[in-house]
């Protein structure tokens, strides 16, 4: 079974430019994340899925980030404009049942972004 | 912001050895995993241990849960290199249905 899939897996860009990442989950999982994770710390939170509804995006920064799920699969985070203190890895998750907190998450291998 | 934190932050030890870390967390739980993270298969869950359980064991890990003192501890016996990671607490956010990572244990095991 394949896992989660992202992409792209290293990313370099110059401040204020837009980025994409991408995320395709586990075949069968509705529920999908994005986190962040800042070097020497655990991943954080930005956005929880289920299906195509965002239903915990408390703790996405809306005035330059950006999600969606249209299809309830494949999910897309944006950054537009990307700041120097954007650079992090972004990690995609996904799990099989609605529970976000209760059950075993399945990550993806993360996209390493660095803005110059 | 992270609830779960580690102790200790980072270890070393001999293959063969056994590798203990904590993590304490400040609000009740329902339930508590562990996750390992290395450069070669990103973050992969290891356990979960729910508030009403004390102790789970999965192959050489064994993970015990203290919920009057809100920790929890990872043990990993017979330690091998592969085992070389970052191990990450991390717990359900009382309330908000929100997974909580800690800042993590680096751990190295020398062959």
């Known amino acids: 079974e394949a896992g989660v899939v992202q992409s792209p897996r290293y990313k370099i860009i110059e401040k204020k430019q837009p980025v994409a990442f991408w995320c395709n989950p586990i075949s069968g999982h509705n529920t999908l994340y994005w986190y962040l994770q800042n070097l020497g710390q655990g991943p954080e939170l930005l956005i929880r899925?289920?299906?195509?509804?965002?239903?915990?995006d408390s703790q996405l920064p809306k005035d330059r980030f950006s999600a969606e799920r249209l299809k309830g699969v494949d999910s897309t985070l944006k950054i537009q404009p990307a700041e120097l203190g954007d650079s992090a890895v972004y990690l995609c998750?996904?799990?099989?049942?609605?529970?976000?907190?209760?059950?075993?998450?399945?990550f993806g291998p993360g996209t390493r972004l660095t803005v110059l | 912001s992270q609830q779960g934190e580690e102790d200790p932050q980072a270890l070393s030890i001999q293959e063969g050895e056994n590798a203990t870390m904590n993590c304490s967390y400040k609000?009740?739980?329902?339930?508590l995993q562990w996750y390992r993270q290395n450069s070669g298969r990103g973050l992969v869950h290891l356990i979960l241990?729910?508030?009403?359980?004390r102790e789970k064991h999965s192959g050489r890990l064994r993970v015990t849960l203290d919920t009057s003192k809100k920790s929890s501890s990872l043990l990993i016996t017979a330690s091998r290199a592969a085992d070389t990671a970052s191990y990450f607490c991390?717990?359900?956010?009382?309330?908000?249905?929100?997974?909580?990572f800690g800042k993590g244990n680096q751990v190295v095991v020398i062959p």
């Open positions: 609000t009740s739980i329902n339930n």
């Open positions: 241990i729910r508030s009403n359980e």
């Open positions: 991390a717990t359900d956010e009382g309330g908000n249905n929100r997974l909580a």
């Open positions: 899925y289920e299906n195509e509804e965002a239903v915990d």
């Open positions: 998750a996904s799990s099989a049942r609605t529970s976000g907190a209760g059950n075993e998450q399945f």
